[in-house]
T-cell receptor, first 112, second 112 residues
Framework: SQQGEEDPQALSIQEGENATMNCSYK?????LQWYRQNSGRGLVHLIL?????REKHSGRLRVTLDTSKKSSSLLITASRAADTASYFC????????????FGQGTTLQVKP | DGGITQSPKYLFRKEGQNVTLSCEQN?????MYWYRQDPGQGLRLIYY???????QKGDIAEGYSVSREKKESFPLTVTSAQKNPTAFYLC???????????FGNGTRLTVT
């Protein structure tokens, strides 16, 4: 079963604009992670936020986590054409189950 | 360089044949995972292994089999029982529990 659901499914913006993607999940989590995938390639880890954290930054990325609403958002500021990719959230369940469940992803297109 | 190697990149098989996808890692990670990705979709967990000689079914294990005889290797066999095997298969590994996944670049399997 899919744990994370992302919104929107697709997003198209101009270079320099900010991009926001949202992720909702259903059960208790240990952590939530965001990944990026370029077409036809494997996924690359971007950022991990633990259930006791509310916000995390990494360069132009900002992730928030609201465990009461079971939701997270990824903000990419000052987007570049090279940010064009699919972005996925993934949730690790509470306890050490070892399972990481991915959402459907958001496809981001950044136009130069 | 440390990483995960999936081979081959492209694989073509006739319906009714079993096929084995290779996944090797030199990251010294205990846990390894197999995911399936269909076009425009998220990742679905097939099997995972948290330690040598042990593995668990994911959400879509039917028609697949795995082995974990060595820490470095986690091959996936797509059997003839898998009804719709054509997909992009991704292997990943994890070091410490609840830490980020490291992905290979995937194998695209086409069955005709």
């Amino acid at each position: 079963s899919q744990q994370g659901e992302e919104d929107p499914q697709a997003l198209s913006i101009q270079e320099g604009e900010n991009a926001t993607m949202n992720c909702s999940y259903k059960t208790s989590i240990n952590n939530l992670q965001w990944y990026r995938q370029n077409s036809g390639r494997g996924l690359v880890h971007l950022i991990l936020i633990r259930s006791n954290e509310r916000e995390k930054h990494s360069g132009r990325l900002r992730v928030t986590l609201d465990t009461s609403k079971k939701s997270s958002s990824l903000l990419i500021t000052a987007s570049r054409a090279a940010d064009t990719a699919s972005y996925f959230c993934a949730t690790g369940a509470s306890g050490n189950t070892g399972k990481l469940i991915f959402g459907q992803g958001t496809t981001l297109q950044v136009k130069p | 360089d440390g990483g995960i190697t999936q081979s081959p990149k492209y694989l073509f098989r006739k319906e009714g044949q079993n096929v084995t996808l290779s996944c090797e890692q030199n990251l010294n990670h205990d846990a390894m995972y197999w995911y399936r990705q269909d076009p425009g979709q998220g990742l679905r967990l097939i099997y995972y292994s948290q330690i040598v000689n042990d593995f668990q079914k994911g959400d879509i294990a039917e028609g697949y089999s795995v082995s974990r005889e060595k820490k470095e290797s986690f091959p996936l066999t797509v059997t003839s029982a898998q009804k719709n095997p054509t997909a992009f298969y991704l292997c990943a590994s994890m070091g410490l529990p609840n830490s980020p996944l490291h992905f290979g670049n995937g194998t695209r399997l086409t069955v005709t």
